[in-house]
């Protein structure tokens, strides 16, 4: 059923593998940069996932694993966001199986993976729940190569689109802040959603992530760009730093011993190799108007400008505004942050008259706190870690929701698991 070796655990050496749990691990392709939970009903179950958690090609996941089965992932998922993959066994019959599942499609996110472990070799439940939007039905007893090889083969299709979610911050004019607020997003989303992040400072001759999260890294950044020929997943891990959890980066060097002329597709490379491992990429842009720019801007999932309620700020972002919508006709328009709002004495745009000449509702609109900010940078950290309770905290955490699309809407989408399940309680 499960199409991998359905191998019993207590079949398994305790020295090693059987050779052919062995030679299933070989084939199987190293998981991305991804986050995993299981809840498990029974120790056969869980013992094989945490061997699993510990092998080499799961080195790049993060993987928690509780007890509980069906009802406890959903008692959890209803007041926290479910990770890029949810395994969830079950011992309930068919029967039941799908009225229980309900209630997890309820609390789990559109874009979350769902793997089930159940205890009914059923070819007929099988189908079901695949028609329903499950990625994957396991059937019990399962090995450690069932773990990762499903995983695997749900994150790493070579068929399917890439993981990773790219947003660009990009400031219309230098100083407004942009790379203060594609840092700070870039820590608040890993810290919310416990999801891997990586941060690309692609401000080469000037880029602070370096300093804003205290590190001393190489150049990674520049490395990766003029490696661009021979890049792969082995050297992005080499490169990148971690600065928390579940966030790392690729600094911007820290001297200026070259030029950066780049070509139009410069940091392509290092784009497709991040997104088939990592589920969230936060890209910092300098203050530039040229072709590679320009084309980064445009395959970006997500693009967020960033500017200050002046009168030069109101027209470099019509400009830009114009600029993008035009090249992303098939795309909603870049987010607008207004940064630095109320600076005292400083002549200032409303926020509703910068606003409306360009058509689109602020994503946020960010105070002028020097202090709070001054704080944070000296002591490299970012708003979220320093005073989790202040209100630009706040601020930032909604613009994450809305950013990686978990916002509360009045007319959510629903999953194809949801609208499946709610297809087949129609049609009994």
């Known amino acids: 059923m499960t199409g991998t070796i359905a191998a019993h655990i207590g079949d398994e050496l305790e020295t090693g593998l059987e050779p052919g749990v062995e030679a299933a691990l070989q084939s199987i392709r190293p998981v991305p940069r991804i986050s995993i939970q299981a809840f498990c009903e029974t120790e056969g179950v869980y013992k094989p996932i945490e061997r699993a958690k510990n092998d080499r090609r799961m080195g790049r996941a993060q993987v928690k694993l509780n007890m509980g089965g069906l009802a406890a992932a959903i008692e959890y998922y209803s007041s926290?966001?479910?990770?890029?993959?949810?395994?969830?066994?079950?011992?309930l019959p068919p029967s039941e199986l799908f009225?229980?599942?309900?209630?997890?499609?309820?609390?789990?996110?559109?874009?979350?993976?769902?793997?089930?472990?159940?205890?009914?070799?059923?070819?007929?439940?099988?189908?079901?729940?695949?028609?329903?939007?499950?990625s994957e039905y396991l059937v019990a007893p399962i090995s450690i190569a069932d773990v990762i090889g499903v995983v695997s083969q749900i994150f790493v299709d070579p068929q399917a689109e890439p993981l990773g979610r790219i947003?660009?911050?990009?400031?219309?004019?230098?100083?407004?802040?942009?790379?203060?607020?594609?840092?700070?997003?870039?820590?608040?989303?890993?810290?919310?959603?416990?999801?891997?992040?990586?941060?690309?400072?692609?401000?080469?001759a000037f880029g602070t992530a370096n300093m804003d999260f205290d590190q001393d890294p190489a150049q990674g950044m520049a490395e990766a760009v003029f490696s661009s020929e021979r890049f792969d997943e082995t050297m992005l891990d080499r490169l990148l730093v971690k600065c928390s959890e579940h966030l790392s980066m690729l600094a911007a060097p820290a001297v200026l011993d070259r030029t950066y002329d780049l070509p139009s597709d410069a940091i392509m490379p290092l784009l497709e190799v991040?997104?088939?491992?990592?589920?969230?990429?936060?890209?910092?842009?300098?203050?530039?108007?040229?072709?590679?720019?320009?084309?980064?801007?445009?395959?970006?999932?997500?693009?967020?400008?960033?500017?200050?309620?002046?009168?030069?700020?109101?027209?470099?972002?019509?400009?830009?505004?114009?600029?993008?919508?035009?090249?992303?006709?098939?795309?909603?328009?870049?987010?607008?942050?207004?940064?630095q709002v109320g600076v005292p004495k400083r002549p200032e745009i409303s926020v509703k008259e910068f606003a409306t000449p360009l058509g689109v509702t602020p994503l946020a609109a960010i105070p002028f706190?020097?202090?709070?900010?001054?704080?944070?940078?000296?002591?490299?950290?970012?708003?979220?870690?320093?005073?989790?309770?202040?209100?630009?905290?706040?601020?930032?955490?909604?613009?994450?929701?809305?950013?990686?699309?978990?916002?509360?809407?009045?007319?959510?989408?629903?999953?194809?698991?949801?609208?499946?399940?709610?297809?087949?309680?129609?049609?009994?």
């Open 167 to 204: 947003v660009a911050f990009v400031g219309v004019k230098g100083g407004v802040g942009s790379s203060t607020v594609a840092h700070n997003m870039a820590w608040t989303m890993s810290a919310l959603f416990k999801a891997e992040t990586v941060l690309l400072d692609a401000d080469l």
């Open 99 to 134: 009225s229980a599942l309900a209630g997890l499609a309820e609390v789990c996110d559109p874009s979350s993976k769902v793997v089930i472990i159940g205890h009914h070799n059923d070819v007929t439940l099988y189908r079901e729940l695949i028609r329903s939007g499950i």
């Open 369 to 428: 706190d020097p202090q709070l900010f001054g704080n944070a940078a000296n002591n490299g950290q970012m708003i979220g870690e320093m005073d989790a309770a202040n209100p630009v905290a706040a601020q930032f955490n909604e613009m994450a929701h809305v950013l990686t699309g978990r916002a509360e809407v009045k007319a959510p989408k629903r999953s194809g698991l949801q609208a499946m399940l709610a297809k087949l309680k129609r049609g009994k």
């Open 274 to 339: 991040a997104q088939r491992s990592t589920p969230l990429i936060i890209l910092d842009l300098p203050h530039i108007w040229s072709d590679w720019v320009k084309r980064t801007l445009v395959t970006a999932d997500e693009v967020v400008i960033v500017a200050s309620p002046d009168l030069a700020n109101l027209r470099n972002a019509k400009n830009m505004l114009d600029q993008l919508t035009a090249l992303r006709p098939n795309d909603k328009k870049p987010w607008l942050v207004l940064n």
């Open 80 to 91: 926290a966001p479910t990770p890029n993959l949810v395994i969830v066994e079950s011992r």
